[in-house]
């Protein structure tokens, strides 16, 4: 498969995937803005921005403000994260990164994927805050959400089972990755801490809680919680999760890569990771530090795909 | 449909309905299906064609407006229909064509016989910005310069004729597709009792035929698409037709010259190419031998053309035979090479570098449509009777001072067919590009891009230009 197409597909689904965990994390946040107090509110922005790595477009939040200013802080941020053009980790700016990345793969990926993303796109591209807030901004989140979702179920149900597939699930995953570890780390060091509403929250932002219900009834204990979302293999969005289908990609790709070497070097990382989450997770003293690690080797596991499929030295091997 | 007048007007063609009003006999059924239908319902089917090309992204991209990145082409819903007849005539004459336009490529890069025996001016020739020095002494497989054509022709009063030649990237073969898959499932009866002539395999033909001109025989040669990118123009229908080929979608960076082979990068390291079907202009495709600032292509890649290692189609220096002065010559190339008449006529046309035709031109601007020989796409144009006396005057300064940059035409009056406008039919000029492939052989899917100028009385079909596209449905008797 031609280079530049894996490397399209790639980018495609780490770009829907952001777009998608923005689009939880608003949908709940929204919901939020109904009912729960201030400081849930507040937690809430923190959460987001920091999952993503940025700040604020005013600087650091106020937790002291009245209601009106609450809400008029989520009308801005929510634009901010939603449609904002000028920041690239809005919700939009994904999305139309991914379809961007879909348009010019379209050779690549089935029709009924290219008509999913672009009738999304259609309906959104000339949207802004004003339009969705007034009515039912959440139903708009969890559309967004739905789209997504569907975009991947066509994936799964009409892409021949090669290359190309292999690097689109491992875009994913490895964006999952990232943006798992650093919303589990931001959630935890939210200096104001976080309640049983937070937790259950966190538990909806990585789509587990009916799976924890299942599993552990309505006692939601924070260890049970992180236990769930951090290391149980038979989550499919835990960390280890996307760690092991992370994994399950690299092995169909195997070492036949431009860079041969360097696709080992990729294989034995997400080992490496996944040994960590399965074999220190429970014992280790400083958790924190661990997803600090693991989020590290997240940013390396890129670059090694990277420098073995997509921009490898030309010379170092003829298929 | 009532309530409209159509308007008939005898200086043109109809395509639809003779001149005593009654529709032509293979419009018949089409006819009773509009009658039979109310405006209302039509607009409907006209909103869900157009609404289908923006929800498929079928896209073009108009130069200099940043906003216009994926403009969605225009559509009109009723389709153009010609009889098996006069596709027939049309088919030969393409045919008939593109083997004299091959056969005057190899001989200008060749003996140039045809130079040599005063059929066509050297200077003209060799003058002509498209003719490519670097192709002399170059052969090509199958004697196979032009593999994809895309013949404009238009109907007068007196029949079809060609009006341009566009043997080096030409475009629209998609739009021909697309045309017809919407308007297909908008009109379902109507299309079924029409017994249509299939289109549907274009891309297997078109592959056949890129495969048949691999440099070795092989069962799967790698053949690439080559495009500028993103912001081309036609960047959709290049990834269009990779994926109706099954090639790579490649840009000039994914390839590399080395021993003097062409490789492609791929996941599993670099494989070789066999055949490029590139889309991308003669300056771009080599910074070595052509436009050294040329970030698009490929250096080497003429390198491994001239060893015979990679066929480019088209090849480059092709342009040198759809010049606009030297389409002027076409009937005496099918002459000289064939022996025959040319069964499609060209256009009348004026040589600016000729002292009458010049003077000929200048007295009679108003009434002609001057080119600029180097352009394309409805760019650089004077339609006389549409310009202002100002426009004309300062026109026809830049034909004093370069008058081999230009030729004349009358203005043709193009035929008309009916597109829906609003909730009514009116006529709108039209013209068609069928799209010829030779390989070993040489092969025409039964339909073209039918261009259709919706603004009313213009006839500019380019789409960069307002114009839009239609569904050519050939019968098959």
Not at chain 2, 15 to 34: F, I, N, S, T, V
Not at chain 2, 116 to 121: E, W
């Amino acid at each position: 498969m031609l280079a530049r197409s894996a490397q399209g597909l790639y980018w495609m689904s780490r770009y829907l995937e952001r777009s998608e965990f923005i689009a939880r994390l608003l949908e709940l946040q929204t919901r939020a803005l109904v009912d729960r107090p201030l400081a849930e509110i507040h937690f809430g922005w923190r959460r987001i921005y920091g999952s993503l790595g940025i700040s604020p477009p005013a600087g650091d939040l106020e937790a002291d403000h009245s209601d009106d200013y609450a809400l008029a802080d989520s009308y801005t941020l929510a634009g901010d994260l939603t449609f904002e053009p000028s920041n690239p980790n809005s919700m939009r700016s994904c999305f139309a990164a991914g379809r961007e990345n879909a348009r010019q793969m379209r050779h690549c990926i089935s029709s009924g994927m290219w008509m999913n993303l672009n009738l999304a796109w259609l309906d959104i591209k000339n949207l802004d805050i004003q339009d969705i807030w007034a009515r039912e901004p959440e139903a708009f989140y969890a559309g967004m959400v739905r789209t997504i979702k569907t975009f991947d179920g066509f994936a799964a149900a009409t892409m021949y089972r090669d290359e190309g597939y292999q690097f689109l699930r491992l875009g994913a995953f490895i964006e999952r990755i990232q943006l798992m570890t650093a919303l589990v780390t931001t959630h935890c060091r939210v200096p104001e801490g976080a309640g049983d509403h937070e937790w259950t929250s966190l538990l909806r932002a990585c789509q587990a809680l009916d799976a924890f219900e299942g599993v552990h009834g309505m006692e939601r204990k924070p260890e049970r919680i992180l236990a769930l979302v951090i290391a149980d293999p038979l989550l499919q969005g835990s960390l280890l999760g996307s760690l092991t289908s992370a994994g399950s990609c690299l092995d169909a790709l195997g070492t036949e890569a431009g860079s041969p070497d360097t696709a080992a070097a990729a294989r034995r990382l997400v080992g490496r990771m996944t040994a960590r989450v399965v074999y220190d997770w429970t014992d280790s003293t400083d958790r924190l530090r661990l997803l600090d690690e693991i989020a590290r080797e997240a940013r390396d596991l890129h670059g090694l795909v990277t420098g073995a499929w997509f921009e490898y030295a030309t010379g170092e091997r003829q298929a | 449909m009532t309530g409209n007048a159509y308007d008939l007007d005898e200086t043109f063609h109809d395509e639809m309905y003779g001149a005593d009003g009654a529709p032509r006999d293979h419009y018949r059924l089409l006819d009773d299906a509009l009658q039979a239908l109310p405006g209302s319902e039509l607009a409907l089917i006209q909103d869900r064609v157009r609404r289908s090309f923006a929800e498929e992204g079928i896209s073009f991209t108009v130069y200099g407006d940043e906003e216009a990145q994926e403009r969605i082409i225009p559509v009109d819903c009723i389709p153009r229909i010609l009889t098996g007849e006069e596709w027939q005539q049309i088919e030969a004459g393409l045919t008939q064509r593109i083997d004299a336009l091959n056969r005057f490529l190899g001989d200008v890069y060749g003996e140039a016989r045809i130079i040599a025996d005063g059929v066509i001016p050297a200077d003209l020739v060799r003058g002509c910005p498209q003719y490519r020095i670097e192709m002399r002494g170059m052969t090509v497989p199958h004697d196979t310069w032009v593999a994809v054509c895309g013949t404009d022709i238009v109907r007068t009063t007196d029949g079809f004729m060609v009006l341009e030649d566009n043997l080096r990237v030409p475009s629209g073969v998609s739009y021909m597709l697309a045309n017809r898959a919407a308007v297909k499932s908008n009109l379902r009866r109507l299309y079924r009792r029409h017994q249509v002539r299939d289109i549907g395999n274009y891309g297997e033909v078109l592959r056949d035929t890129l495969a048949s001109l691999a440099p070795e025989e092989s069962d799967d040669p790698c053949i690439v698409l080559l495009t500028p990118g993103v912001f081309n123009s036609a960047f959709y229908e290049h990834m269009f037709l990779a994926r109706e080929i099954g090639a790579s979608l490649v840009e000039g960076r994914d390839l590399l010259f080395d021993g003097g082979q062409v490789f492609m990068r791929t996941t599993r390291g670099l494989r070789k190419v066999d055949v490029i079907y590139r889309r991308i202009d003669d300056d771009f495709i080599d910074p070595l031998v052509f436009r050294p600032d040329s970030l698009l292509g490929v250096p080497g890649l003429m390198n491994a053309c001239k060893r015979g290692n990679v066929t480019l189609a088209n090849a480059p220096g092709t342009g040198v035979a759809d010049d606009k002065s030297v389409y002027a010559y076409v009937p005496d190339m099918i002459r000289y090479y064939l022996g025959e008449e040319p069964v499609l006529p060209n256009v009348r046309t004026f040589l600016c570098r000729r002292p009458e035709d010049l003077e000929y031109t200048l007295d009679n601007l108003e009434n002609l449509v001057v080119k600029r020989v180097g352009e394309s796409g409805g760019y650089g144009m004077l339609v006389g009777p549409h310009a202002k006396p100002d426009e004309r005057e300062a026109y026809a300064r830049g034909i004093r001072d370069n008058p081999a940059d230009f030729i004349s035409q009358p203005v043709l009056p193009l035929s008309r067919a009916p597109c829906l406008i609003g909730e009514h039919l009116e006529p709108r000029h039209v013209d068609l590009r069928p799209f010829v492939l030779r390989g070993r052989s040489t092969r025409i899917v039964p339909g073209a891009f039918s261009r259709v100028a919706l603004v009313k009385g213009s006839l500019v079909v380019n789409s960069s230009q307002g114009g839009g596209g239609k569904d050519l449905w050939v019968l098959e008797s």
